[in-house]
């Protein structure tokens, strides 16, 4: 079964340092999403993406983040001048319509701010 | 916002039981889903409900929502100790998932 794939899985970094998020989709989707969990919190959403564009963002997601698909197949998520408060759990997402269909979660990526 | 609460926050149980997780919503819904997160890992979808069905079942799974009371309960019948896991519920408005604190289930052999 397709699935979605993130790199590295654990990524540790010195605060004020740029660090990128990579994802690899399911071939076929054409939604995608960056949703992160601080330890031992919800899962929440950040943002998502379609046709190049951002569709929705969330009041998370503010100057110090930027998604990227630079290529048919991955899809990133770069976070400008980390702070502490952004170590988290990061999972993308993907799925083939908005909204009407489950999003296929990867394993995510476990930031460590220090 | 459309914030959701499940409860139980954590459900202990023997194999073979029945275990029932309850989920609530404050806002409309297009639909509802139900996430499973295993220690450590991402999450994965379980079952889709959409906001003009009652009740649907996956195998061991079935989920009911009740739009009228803003609510939703997954019941996992005859319990595995491979179903331990924490066990979300997920809105969908427009497009975003809007997620539950979860449900710890804890399955004794």
């Known amino acids: 079964e397709p699935e979605v794939t993130q790199t590295p899985s654990h990524q540790v970094t010195q605060m004020g340092q740029e660090v990128i998020l990579r994802c690899v989709p399911i071939?076929?989707?054409?939604?995608f999403y960056w949703y992160r969990q601080i330890l031992g919190q919800k899962v929440e959403f950040l943002v998502s993406f379609y046709n190049n564009e951002i569709s929705e963002k969330s009041e998370i997601f503010d100057d110090q983040f930027s998604v990227e698909r630079p290529d048919g197949s991955n899809f990133t998520l770069k976070i400008r001048s980390t702070k502490l408060e952004d170590s988290a759990m990061y999972f993308c997402a993907s799925s083939d319509s908005r909204g009407e269909q489950p999003q296929h979660f990867g394993d995510g990526t476990r930031l460590s701010i220090l | 916002s459309q914030q959701g609460e499940e409860d139980p926050q954590a459900l202990s149980i023997q194999e073979g039981e029945n275990a029932t997780m309850n989920c609530s919503y404050k806002t409309s819904i297009n639909n509802l889903q139900w996430y499973r997160q295993n220690s450590g890992r991402g999450l994965v979808h379980l079952i889709l409900i959409r906001s003009n069905e009652r009740e649907k079942h996956s195998g061991r799974l079935r989920v009911t929502l009740d739009t009228s009371k803003k609510s939703s309960s997954l019941l996992i019948t005859a319990s595995r100790a491979a179903d331990t896991a924490s066990y979300f519920c997920a809105f969908s408005g427009y497009s975003t998932l809007t997620f539950g604190k979860g449900t710890m289930l804890l399955v004794s052999p």
């Open positions: 071939s076929n989707h054409l939604y």
